[in-house]
């Protein structure tokens, strides 16, 4: 198996797709859609963060 072969992570197909050709509304959709993308990738950090610290309080910082 080739690099080649190996698709490329989303994060990358959503920065390296060829946008020029998309019309002004379109583009606006994108970026109403990754918004709420980052708004959802916040969430989750802060849950993950706060799941943390509750484990650090019970079992200390190491």
């Known amino acids: 198996m080739s690099d080649e072969d190996i698709p490329p992570p989303p ?3 959503l ?3 060829d946008i020029e ?3 002004v509304p379109e583009l606006e959709e994108r970026v ?3 918004a709420a993308e980052i ?3 916040k969430a989750v950090i802060a ?3 706060d799941s943390k610290s509750a484990a ?3 079992f200390g910082n190491s």
């Open 11 to 13: 994060i990358l197909s």
């Open 15 to 17: 920065t390296k797709a």
């Open 21 to 23: 050709n998309l019309s």
């Open 32 to 34: 109403d859609a990754l």
């Open 39 to 41: 708004e959802r990738v």
């Open 47 to 49: 849950q993950k963060q």
């Open 56 to 58: 650090e309080a019970v």
